[in-house]
T-cell receptor, first 113, second 110 residues
Framework: KAGVTQTPRYLIKTRGQQVTLSCSPI?????VSWYQQTPGQGLQFLFE???????NKGNFPGRFSGRQFSNSRSEMNVSTLELGDSALYLC????????????FGSGTQLSVL | GIQVEQSPPDLILQEGANSTLRCNFS?????LQWFHQNPWGQLINLFY???GTKQNGRLSATTVATERYSLLYISSSQTTDSGVYFC????????????FGQGTILTVHP
């Protein structure tokens, strides 16, 4: 089985722009969750989608949004980028029914200049 | 929210040494996982272990849910074990919402 695929691998944006990141989960997995990793705050949960519905949301401003498509692929969007949004963004997939292992992609490294 | 504390924050070993990493959590959990983050940033799932003991090669993990801690054992360490080890927990109906510890940075010298 192919693993979790995230694109692009690297992104450079300037303040005020918006960005869209993509995540394709493992085949058959219906849950996709997103995390932000920074040196100062560590790994923080952004949101989780299951069958196109957001089930859980972390404590991030409304500039951070996401969606999931019928094929379980997910996108997250950050609008009006700030310098502090520079981070590694990781997505994870799991079957979504009950508890179990989460499998992570390689991440998207976003730099905001 | 739930607090997850890992110790030690840093660990330096010679190849061949054994080590134990600890994860304490502040409340009951339904899910506990250990991850290894490699130098390229990818998080590799090592164990899904809400309770009990599991082994996978040179690695093993034990979670004592009633006492709210988990241990990750690495035996006969190799340079490729270097990286950051994270413990993460999930509770209630927060599916997919893992709370991570701050990690243990492991450096294994040849």
């Amino acid at each position: 089985k192919a693993g979790v695929t995230q694109t692009p691998r690297y992104l450079i944006k300037t303040r005020g722009q918006q960005v869209t990141l993509s995540c394709s989960p493992i085949s058959g997995h219906r849950s996709v969750s997103w995390y932000q990793q920074t040196p100062g705050q560590g790994l923080q949960f952004l949101f989780e989608y299951f069958s196109e519905t957001q089930r859980n949301k972390g404590n991030f401003p409304g500039r951070f949004s996401g969606r999931q498509f019928s094929n379980s692929r997910s996108e997250m969007n950050v609008s009006t980028l700030e310098l502090g949004d520079s981070a590694l963004y990781l997505c994870a997939s799991s079957p979504g029914t009950g508890y179990g292992k989460l499998f992570f992609g390689s991440g998207t490294q976003l730099s905001v200049l | 929210g739930i607090q997850v504390e890992q110790s030690p924050p840093d660990l330096i070993l010679q190849e061949g040494a054994n080590s134990t990493l600890r994860c304490n959590f502040s409340d009951s959990v339904n899910n506990l996982q250990w991850f290894h983050q490699n130098p390229w940033g990818q998080l590799i799932n090592l164990f899904y272990i809400p309770s009990g003991t599991k082994q996978n090669g040179r690695l093993s993990a034990t979670t004592v849910a009633t006492e709210r801690y988990s241990l990750l054992y690495i035996s006969s360490s190799q340079t490729t074990d270097s990286g950051v080890y994270f413990c993460a927990v999930e509770r209630g109906t927060s599916y997919g919402k893992l709370t991570f510890g701050q990690g243990t940075i492991l450096t294994v010298h040849p």
